[in-house]
């Protein structure tokens, strides 16, 4: 078992490398774990289905292997290619084995992805061991002689000097390595001894290693926390005052816990025997049990009960229901905040941050499908004013919500209202504690932290799993900007949003918006986090989302921010018999006893009818696969996007052609100010809405902009650029003339205009536009031929103009002038007189280029 134990203890870090759980996901080392752990566990034997169950079993597989995405994917492919070689006619000893081993990590990894899950949940709804545990945890640093106090979950210890602060938590002591570990080998064992021994002999052995294995296990963790330790204060003693902070990193290096896991591996081979088995051989694929040792059992199939079973249990897990829509009437509540507010429009006027860190472009996004309406300061909140709404936005309080308006918003709920609470990091403004007032009455918090990426603390991308939440199952990857976590405490709900390689820090009181530096603190919890949460009180919907930021003017038409937004409003404004309790509780129960109980009664038949236990993975597979599938089109169908009543101008950012830096949250993708971010944040100040696409999706919009392309234009592209433009499409194309390898003549030549960088400076120059007395000073530009002039550089067209059909296409050659640093590198920044000329002229080149706003 040498060889199996350390397989296992690969397919128990395959998890850490293949989804990022801690570090960013590393595939190409996750694939060469899966290849080594094949060949460790080829030695495993396996219990083989005839030909037939065979074919049936890879038949089942194929559509989980089509659906699942990586890393999961692995489980049915090999699952199914190993079962494949078995049957294969010509197959060589060499080739059967590593089929052999296929099969054995397909079923372990099974075992342990559905632990991962279990932990992940458990992990996201609170980090923090119980209270008994963390004194157990406590115990190890004051045995090793070092002066210890345990505070709740907080373990404090006096060394180097100094008091360390130590989170208590699931991943310091058993973390999802060490348990998918244990999870994978007591299905390791469950195959070795389900060959071996027969009947009650079968279970007796397989428990008694069982039981070996736990201990060796738990047994573990007091010298894994003491290693941990032991490290943390090592490399506190080598570092300097600069770096000493983040000598915890440690604690989120996956690397750390897969070494760790060396004391289980060695633990369980020395412990745990491996009992004498027979060769491979003696059970062949079409092996069939002799007919009078098995008892006839009614012959209802037992793979069909249990893949019904599990049918009906991810029914239970997955689905939401999401009931008919209301009336639409969304109600942002502007009193007790002066964050981020919807009264200053985003327009040409105001910048810096009233300008920018505001609400009014996703509150006139919304204008288009909803009634938006606002409850202003001088407004109360009360039962009358909240009949007006159908959904309540609470968001970012600045001060604290009086006994009287809570209760009016709690009797909201209850009576069928919905309610949208939006927080942000670290209680900044005591935004979260003026919010926890109301959300307590739900059972939920916001936690008083921030939220980093492990590796890139502020680059946070969430991807929707494949089963989502109905909020987030049109919302394509995005990234997080500064985030709190939420949490759930005991209520009862989903996570509408869970993410994994995460860590939190508490607040820096000294700091302005008490926002703590990026480093790895030895106080911090990391692992999975909840950042939204759907529940349901009484008659109402109640969602809580833990990013304010991403909502403002300056992110919001970012990929994912917009939709992520019209899926909590367009949820919210629905309403179901299941939000009652009651009702809820009278389908979950029944749903769950009948799932339970078809998956127990297929195990019991399978035991008794000797079916091979592949056919019963497989089976569980194709049923989970069935009603994933059902429940996506489910939730599709149910909260389709609603209808546009008053459709805003859109205009298209491509990026098919275009792969210039522009903005991620609120810092630019291009540090050195070379990057686009700006002028993209700009556009919508104009009346507009934005959105980035490529391929056929950017053709979608009322108009096009294309800054500075230089991937290669394909004929396809550039007939269906032809066919935009002649049916009415409005196209800018932004091109500079310190860009190298541009293509934007692959663009404009088929339209009569062309751009040439073969241009000389022009000492103290001015650009002038047509119908305007604005002049903005320009010292070199791209020349533009062709066309109707709109812009010079002295005598030189810099910007012009083509009609074509009933659309336009134009060329701006100076688009250097509008990159971030010479747009003044941030939103934040005030502009002076030539900052503000420079800005005209950008709207005034758009404004002749695109179709008019509102």
């Given at each position: 078992?040498?060889?199996?134990?350390?397989?296992?203890?690969?397919?128990?870090?395959?998890?850490?490398?293949?989804?990022?759980?801690?570090?960013?996901?590393?595939?190409?080392?996750?694939?060469?774990?899966?290849?080594?752990?094949?060949?460790?566990?080829?030695?495993?034997?396996?219990?083989?289905?005839?030909?037939?169950?065979?074919?049936?079993?890879?038949?089942?597989?194929?559509?989980?292997?089509?659906?699942?995405?990586?890393?999961?994917?692995?489980?049915?492919?090999?699952?199914?290619?190993?079962?494949?070689?078995?049957?294969?006619?010509?197959?060589?000893?060499?080739?059967?084995?590593?089929?052999?081993?296929?099969?054995?990590?397909?079923?372990?990894?099974?075992?342990?992805?559905?632990?991962?899950?279990?932990?992940?949940?458990?992990?996201?709804?609170?980090?923090?061991?119980?209270?008994?545990?963390?004194?157990?945890?406590?115990?190890?640093?004051?045995?090793?002689?070092?002066?210890?106090?345990?505070?709740?979950?907080?373990?404090?210890?006096?060394?180097?000097?100094?008091?360390?602060?130590?989170?208590?938590?699931?991943?310091?002591?058993?973390?999802?390595?060490?348990?998918?570990?244990?999870?994978?080998?007591?299905?390791?064992?469950?195959?070795?001894?389900?060959?071996?021994?027969?009947?009650?002999?079968?279970?007796?052995?397989?428990?008694?290693?069982?039981?070996?294995?736990?201990?060796?296990?738990?047994?573990?963790?007091?010298?894994?926390?003491?290693?941990?330790?032991?490290?943390?204060?090592?490399?506190?003693?080598?570092?300097?005052?600069?770096?000493?902070?983040?000598?915890?990193?440690?604690?989120?290096?996956?690397?750390?816990?897969?070494?760790?896991?060396?004391?289980?591996?060695?633990?369980?081979?020395?412990?745990?025997?491996?009992?004498?088995?027979?060769?491979?051989?003696?059970?062949?694929?079409?092996?069939?049990?002799?007919?009078?040792?098995?008892?006839?059992?009614?012959?209802?199939?037992?793979?069909?009960?249990?893949?019904?079973?599990?049918?009906?249990?991810?029914?239970?897990?997955?689905?939401?229901?999401?009931?008919?829509?209301?009336?639409?009437?969304?109600?942002?509540?502007?009193?007790?905040?002066?964050?981020?507010?919807?009264?200053?429009?985003?327009?040409?006027?105001?910048?810096?941050?009233?300008?920018?860190?505001?609400?009014?472009?996703?509150?006139?996004?919304?204008?288009?499908?909803?009634?938006?309406?606002?409850?202003?300061?001088?407004?109360?909140?009360?039962?009358?004013?909240?009949?007006?709404?159908?959904?309540?936005?609470?968001?970012?309080?600045?001060?604290?919500?009086?006994?009287?308006?809570?209760?009016?918003?709690?009797?909201?709920?209850?009576?069928?209202?919905?309610?949208?609470?939006?927080?942000?990091?670290?209680n900044v403004f005591d935004m979260n504690t003026f919010l926890n007032d109301i959300s307590r009455h739900f059972g939920f918090t916001f936690r008083n932290d921030l939220l980093f990426r492990v590796g890139s603390p502020y680059v946070q991308e969430y991807r929707p799993p494949l089963v989502a939440h109905p909020i987030v199952g049109r919302v394509p990857p995005m990234n997080f900007a500064v985030s709190?976590?939420?949490?759930?405490?005991?209520?009862?709900?989903?996570?509408?949003?869970?993410?994994?390689?995460?860590?939190?820090?508490?607040?820096?009181?000294?700091?302005?918006?008490?926002?703590?530096?990026?480093?790895?603190?030895?106080?911090?919890?990391?692992?999975?986090?909840?950042?939204?949460?759907?529940?349901?009180?009484?008659?109402?919907?109640?969602?809580?989302?833990?990013?304010?930021?991403?909502?403002?003017?300056?992110?919001?038409?970012?990929?994912?921010?917009?939709?992520?937004?019209?899926?909590?409003?367009?949820?919210?404004?629905?309403?179901?018999?299941?939000?009652?309790?009651?009702?809820?509780?009278?389908?979950?129960?029944?749903?769950?006893?009948?799932?339970?109980?078809?998956?127990?009664?297929?195990?019991?038949?399978?035991?008794?009818?000797?079916?091979?236990?592949?056919?019963?993975?497989?089976?569980?597979?194709?049923?989970?696969?069935?009603?994933?599938?059902?429940?996506?089109?489910?939730?599709?169908?149910?909260?389709?996007?609603?209808?546009?009543?008053?459709?805003?101008?859109?205009?298209?950012?491509?990026?098919?052609?275009?792969?210039?830096?522009?903005?991620?949250?609120?810092?630019?993708?291009?540090?050195?100010?070379?990057?686009?971010?700006?002028?993209?944040?700009?556009?919508?100040?104009?009346?507009?809405?934005?959105?980035?696409?490529?391929?056929?999706?950017?053709?979608?919009?009322?108009?096009?902009?294309?800054?500075?392309?230089?991937?290669?234009?394909?004929?396809?592209?550039?007939?269906?650029?032809?066919?935009?433009?002649?049916?009415?499409?409005?196209?800018?194309?932004?091109?500079?003339?310190?860009?190298?390898?541009?293509?934007?003549?692959s663009l404009l030549w088929p339209f009569g205009l062309a751009s040439s960088h073969a241009t000389e400076p022009v000492d103290q120059g001015e650009m002038r536009l047509a119908d305007s007395d604005l002049k903005t000073p320009l010292e070199v530009s791209c020349q533009v031929t062709g066309g109707e002039p709109i812009a010079w550089l002295g005598e030189m067209p810099v910007a012009a103009r083509v009609?074509?059909?009933?659309?336009?296409?134009?060329?701006?050659?100076?688009?250097?002038?509008?990159?971030?640093?010479?747009?003044?590198?941030?939103?934040?920044?005030?502009?002076?007189?030539?900052?503000?000329?420079?800005?005209?002229?950008?709207?005034?080149?758009?404004?002749?280029?695109?179709?008019?706003?509102?």
């Open positions: 078992m040498i060889r199996a134990w350390i397989g296992i203890a690969l397919l128990a870090a395959s998890w850490l490398l293949g989804l990022g759980y801690f570090q960013p996901a590393n595939h190409f080392l996750w694939l060469c774990a899966l290849v080594a752990a094949t060949v460790l566990l080829s030695e495993l034997p396996i219990h083989w289905p005839n030909r037939r169950q065979t074919l049936v079993a890879i038949l089942l597989l194929l559509p989980g292997a089509w659906l699942m995405p990586l890393p999961y994917k692995a489980i049915p492919v090999l699952l199914a290619a190993g079962l494949a070689v078995q049957i294969a006619p010509r197959a060589r000893r060499g080739l059967r084995k590593l089929g052999r081993g296929a099969v054995a990590v397909g079923a372990v990894l099974l075992a342990q992805s559905l632990a991962l899950q279990v932990y992940s949940t458990l992990t996201a709804r609170s980090h923090e061991l119980p209270r008994p545990l963390a004194k157990l945890v406590g115990a190890v640093p004051r045995l090793l002689g070092i002066d210890t106090a345990v505070d709740g979950s907080v373990v404090a210890m006096r060394s180097l000097g100094e008091t360390h602060r130590f989170a208590a938590a699931w991943e310091l002591a058993l973390d999802p390595a060490t348990f998918c570990f244990l999870v994978g080998g007591l299905i390791a064992l469950g195959l070795l001894h389900c060959v071996v021994a027969n009947g009650g002999d079968r279970w007796r052995t397989w428990l008694r290693s069982s039981l070996v294995l736990l201990a060796v296990t738990f047994a573990w963790v007091p010298f894994r926390v003491a290693m941990l330790f032991g490290i943390v204060f090592h490399r506190t003693l080598r570092a300097d005052m600069i770096t000493e902070p983040n000598v915890a990193d440690v604690l989120v290096n996956s690397w750390v816990h897969i070494l760790l896991l060396a004391g289980p591996v060695l633990l369980a081979i020395r412990l745990i025997r491996r009992p004498s088995a027979p060769d491979e051989e003696d059970q062949p694929a079409g092996h069939e049990p002799n007919a009078s040792s098995v008892r006839r059992w009614p012959r209802v199939p037992a793979p069909l009960l249990i893949g019904v079973g599990v049918a009906v249990l991810t029914v239970l897990l997955h689905w939401d229901p999401v009931g008919r829509p209301k009336s639409g009437r969304i109600m942002f509540v502007e009193r007790h905040s002066t964050w981020e507010p919807t009264t200053e429009p985003y327009r040409t006027t105001v910048y810096g941050e009233a300008g920018s860190y505001n609400y009014a472009g996703i509150f006139e996004y919304c204008g288009q499908y909803y009634e938006m309406l606002r409850l202003l300061e001088d407004e109360e909140i009360n039962d009358e004013t909240l009949e007006r709404c159908d959904v309540l936005v609470i968001k970012t309080p600045t001060a604290r919500y009086s006994s009287r308006e809570v209760n009016a918003v709690v009797r909201f709920v209850r009576q069928g209202g919905s309610l949208l609470m939006i927080g942000d990091h670290t709190c976590s939420i949490d759930p405490g005991r209520s009862v709900g989903r996570m509408a949003i869970r993410n994994a390689g995460l860590y939190n820090l508490p607040p820096a009181y000294q700091e302005s918006n008490y926002h703590p530096q990026a480093e790895y603190r030895t106080d911090m919890q990391y692992g999975a986090w909840c950042q939204m949460w759907a529940t349901r009180c009484g008659e109402g919907r109640v969602l809580a989302f833990a990013d304010s930021t991403l909502f403002s003017n300056f992110c919001v038409y970012q990929p994912g921010k917009k939709e992520l937004f019209m899926g909590m409003v367009n949820w919210l404004n629905r309403t179901s018999a299941f939000d009652r309790l009651w009702v809820r509780l009278l389908v979950v129960v029944p749903l769950g006893l009948a799932g339970a109980a078809l998956l127990y009664l297929g195990l019991w038949l399978g035991t008794r009818q000797n079916a091979s236990w592949l056919m019963t993975v497989a089976a569980g597979l194709a049923g989970w696969t069935a009603s994933s599938l059902a429940i996506i089109a489910l939730h599709r169908c149910s909260m389709p996007t609603p209808t546009i009543e008053r459709p805003l101008t859109h205009v298209v950012i491509d990026r098919t052609v275009s792969e210039v830096p522009l903005h991620t949250g609120a810092f630019p993708d291009d540090k050195e100010g070379r990057g686009y971010g700006l002028l993209e944040q700009w556009i919508p100040r104009i009346g507009n809405y934005i959105s980035r696409q490529e391929g056929a999706g950017a053709f979608t919009g009322d108009g096009l902009v294309i800054i500075c392309p230089t991937r290669s234009v394909s004929a396809d592209y550039r007939n269906r650029l032809r066919q935009y433009v002649e049916l009415g499409g409005h196209v800018l194309v932004f091109d500079a003339i310190d860009l190298e390898g541009s293509t934007v003549n009609r074509y059909g009933q659309g336009t296409i134009t060329a701006v050659g100076c688009g250097a002038l509008f990159n971030d640093t010479n747009m003044g590198t941030n939103w934040l920044v005030e502009p002076d007189a030539d900052l503000l000329n420079r800005f005209e002229a950008l709207y005034a080149l758009l404004r002749a280029s695109l179709p008019a706003g509102s």
